[in-house]
């Protein structure tokens, strides 16, 4: 089962103790971003995403954005 949780950070060492006081293959913590982040990574490595050098983006924003004005 997967569940997702936000832990206040007042209490982030006790959930830290009580989740090493269980069974060492009983729960599996992961950063929220990880997952996402590792997919990301991958689609990039397979060359399925597109990436835009920051000069061109950015002038093409800048007209669109001048247009308007």
């Not at 990880?34 to 997919?39: G, P, V």
Request: hydrophobic share 35%; net charge positive; no cysteine.
């Amino acid at each position: 089962m997967t569940m997702t949780m936000d832990i206040k950070e007042q209490y982030l060492d006790q959930f830290e103790h009580f989740i090493k006081s269980l069974p060492r293959d009983a729960v599996v913590l992961k950063r929220s971003l990880d997952e996402e982040i590792q997919k990301r990574v991958l689609e990039y490595k397979k060359n399925n995403s597109q990436t835009i050098p920051f000069d061109k983006n950015f002038s093409d924003l800048r007209t669109k954005l001048e247009s308007r004005i």
